[in-house]
C-alpha cells in the first residue's frame, strides 16, 4: 500500500531505500525541509563540508572507493553553481553520483540511482523545488518505481566477440590497451582481465583512470601510457599489430596525433557506452557492452576453440618490450641536498606499500609523478580527475574515501597550488575527525604550467610562480591538525613515518626541486615515438636535444 509523505521525507526515504548512508552537503533555505527531516530521521550520516564544489569531489572519493554512488545535497542559486565544477569532474570520469538541489518524485530519485549507475556511471541532477519539498503525495517504493526508459545494453554482440578472438589468436604483437571503464564495471571485470593477461601472455598497459584494474606487479604490466606515460607502454602501443582497447576512450593525452597513433595496428574497443565507439578513433571492432559481461563471453569462446595464440610472434614482442624497459625511463639524478619529487614519491610508497592504502591526487606534475612511482594492486585505489583535470580535487575526494574507508590509510599527493583551491576543507576534516594525510610537493610554481613554458614556449614564464604561499606548518595548526615540514633528503623517511604515525589529519609541507621536470613526455600533437626522455634542453625545439625519435 502506498503511503502518504512530504516531499522532503520522500527524499530521505528514497535515499534510505536505495541504501544510502551517507550525504556529503552544504543547507540553504530552498533545501532546508529536506535537512530538517534528516535531522529527525536521524539515520543517514551527513557530512558538512566548507563549500559545495568539496561536496561533490568528497562524494566523487566515496563512489570512486566504494563503487557505490555518492551523493551531494547543496541549495539552489550559488549553491548549485558552486556544485557544477565537481558535477561535470563526474561526468567526464564516469562517477556515479546523484545530486539534489531543488524537484519532483519518490520515483524519479530512484530512476536517478538506476541511471547513475547502469551504463555509464556518471551524475545526476535531480531539482526539487521548496513547494514540493513541504506538499504531500503518496510514496513509490524502490522495487515498484518504473525504470524501464534506461536500459543500456551489457551483453555484447556474440559474432563480434567471435572476431575479438579471432585477433587474439592470431596477433603477434599485441596490447591490452585498458581504462577506467574496466574498474567501473566492477570487480569481476579486473579479475577477468588479469586472467586474459594470464592465460594469453598479453601485455597489459593502462590509462591514467585505469590504474589497479591490473597489478602494478603483475608479470604482464609494462606501465601506464600517454603523454607521461612509460617509454615502453607508448611504443608498444606505437607498433602493436593487435590493439585491444577494454574501457578506454581514446582521449587526446592516449592518441597524441591522431593520424599517427598506431598506424599498423588492427584496432578492436569495447565499451558500455555506444558513443565512445568510433568518436575518435575508427575502429576494426567494435563492441558494445558491460566489460565484466564481454570479457567473460571472450574467455569463454576464446577457451572452446582451443585458447589459441601466436606464441612465435609473442616471443618476439615480448624481448622488443624488454628492450624498451630497459632504457629505465623513469631514471633521474638525484641529489643529497635537496628533495627530489620523485624521490619523494618512491620514499611514500616503500613506507606506505603493503597497507590498506587509499591514494588521492590533486592535478599536475605530482599527479603524474604519483601515477608513475606509485603501484596500484587492486582497483578503486587510486582516485583522481583525470578527463577534466581539476585543480582542488583530491583533498575533498580524499575527505570522502576516508568516510567510506574509517580505518584506512587515505594520503592526498598534492602541488601547494592545486591543493590551496580548496584548502578549506580541512575543516570538514577536523570536524568529522577524517585522519587524512595530505602530503604536498611544494615546489613553490604552478609545476607543470612552468614545464610547458620551459620545453614549449621559449622558458617564457608568464604567471607560473606562487610569490606568496602561505606557511603550512602554521595553516596546519591554525586549523588544529599537524603540520609537518621537511626540506632535507636525509630527514624524510622519518618525516613520512611521523606523518603515518599521527592518529589524525595531518599536513605535510614536502618542499622539493623547483625546476624538475615530469618525464617521459610526449608533446602535445606528437605521436608516441617522439617521446622527450630526461632533462632535454629542447629551448623550445621539439625534436632537438633530448627528443627520441624511434
Excluded at 179 to 194: E, K, T, Y
Excluded at 234 to 244: E, S, T, V, Y
Excluded at 283 to 296: K, M, Q, R, S
Aim: negative net charge; glycine residues 10%; charged residues 20%.
Amino acid at each position: 500500500m502506498s503511503k502518504q509523505m512530504t516531499g522532503a521525507r520522500m527524499v530521505i526515504q528514497a535515499l534510505k531505500d536505495q541504501g544510502v548512508e551517507v550525504v556529503f552537503g552544504y543547507p540553504g533555505g530552498a533545501v532546508l525541509p529536506i535537512y530538517d527531516e534528516m535531522f529527525q530521521q536521524n539515520d543517514i550520516r551527513h557530512i558538512l563540508v566548507r563549500h559545495e564544489q568539496g561536496a561533490v569531489h568528497m562524494a566523487e572519493g566515496y563512489a570512486r572507493s566504494t563503487g557505490k554512488p555518492g551523493v551531494v545535497l547543496v541549495t539552489s542559486g550559488p549553491g548549485a553553481t558552486n556544485a557544477v565544477t565537481g558535477l561535470v569532474d563526474a561526468l567526464m570520469d564516469s562517477i556515479p553520483l546523484v545530486v539534489k538541489d531543488t524537484a519532483k518524485l519518490s520515483e524519479t530519485i530512484h530512476q536517478a540511482f538506476h541511471v547513475a549507475t547502469h551504463g555509464r556511471p556518471g551524475p545526476v541532477l535531480i531539482d526539487i523545488p521548496k513547494d514540493v519539498q513541504f506538499a504531500t503525495a503518496d510514496y513509490t517504493p524502490a522495487e515498484t518505481a518504473k525504470i524501464s526508459h534506461y536500459q543500456p545494453k551489457t551483453v555484447g554482440d556474440p559474432a563480434q566477440i567471435a572476431r575479438l578472438v579471432e585477433m587474439i589468436e592470431d596477433a603477434e604483437r599485441p596490447i591490452l590497451y585498458t581504462g577506467g571503464g574496466v574498474i567501473n564495471s566492477g570487480p569481476r571485470a579486473s579479475q577477468l582481465l588479469r586472467e586474459l593477461a594470464a592465460e594469453t601472455n598479453f601485455p597489459v598497459t593502462s590509462t591514467l583512470m585505469g590504474l589497479g584494474a591490473y597489478p602494478a606487479s603483475g608479470t604482464n604490466w609494462v606501465g601506464m601510457l600517454g603523454m607521461h606515460g612509460l617509454y615502453e607502454a607508448n611504443l608498444a602501443m606505437h607498433g602493436c599489430d593487435a590493439m585491444f582497447n577494454i574501457g578506454a576512450r581514446f582521449d587526446d593525452r592516449i592518441t597524441g596525433r591522431i593520424k599517427d597513433f598506431s598506424p599498423g595496428s588492427k584496432k578492436a574497443h569495447i565499451d558500455i557506452d555506444p558513443s565512445s565507439i568510433n568518436k575518435v578513433i575508427r575502429v576494426d571492432v567494435p563492441i558494445v557492452g558491460d566489460i565484466a559481461a564481454v570479457l567473460e563471453e571472450t574467455l569463454r569462446q576464446w577457451r572452446a576453440r582451443g585458447s589459441r595464440t601466436n606464441k612465435a610472434g609473442l616471443a618476439k614482442w615480448w624481448a622488443k618490450i624488454n628492450e624498451w624497459r630497459a632504457v629505465k625511463c623513469l631514471t633521474y639524478k638525484n641529489s643529497a641536498t635537496v628533495i627530489k619529487p620523485q624521490y619523494a614519491l618512491e620514499r611514500l610508497e616503500a613506507l606506505t606499500k603493503g597497507r590498506d592504502r587509499y591514494i588521492t591526487t590533486e592535478v599536475g606534475q605530482h599527479q603524474m609523478w604519483a601515477a608513475q612511482f606509485l603501484g596500484f594492486e587492486d582497483p578503486n585505489r587510486w582516485m583522481t580527475s583525470g578527463g577534466l583535470g581539476t585543480m582542488g580535487y583530491g583533498l575533498p575526494a580524499s575527505i570522502g574515501v576516508q568516510v567510506a574507508h574509517p580505518e584506512a590509510l587515505v594520503i592526498n599527493v598534492a602541488g601547494e597550488a592545486s591543493w590551496l583551491m580548496n584548502m578549506q576543507e580541512m575543516g570538514t576534516a577536523m570536524q568529522f575527525r577524517a585522519p587524512v594525510k595530505q602530503f604536498i610537493l611544494n615546489n613553490e610554481r604552478l609545476g607543470m604550467v612552468r614545464q610547458w613554458q620551459e620545453l614549449l614556449h621559449g622558458e617564457r614564464y608568464s604567471s607560473s610562480w606562487s610569490e606568496s604561499l602561505p606557511d603550512f606548518v602554521k595553516l596546519a595548526e591554525a586549523f588544529g591538525c599537524k603540520g609537518i615540514k621537511c626540506g632535507d633528503p636525509k630527514d624524510l623517511d622519518d618525516a613520512i613515518n611521523e606523518m603515518l604515525a599521527y592518529d589524525g589529519p595531518v599536513i605535510f609541507d614536502c618542499l622539493v626541486e623547483k625546476h624538475e621536470n615530469c618525464f617521459p613526455m610526449i608533446p602535445s600533437g606528437k605521436p608516441h615515438n617522439e617521446m622527450l626522455l630526461g632533462d632535454a634542453d629542447t629551448q623550445g625545439v621539439i625534436g632537438a636535444k633530448g627528443a627520441v625519435l624511434v
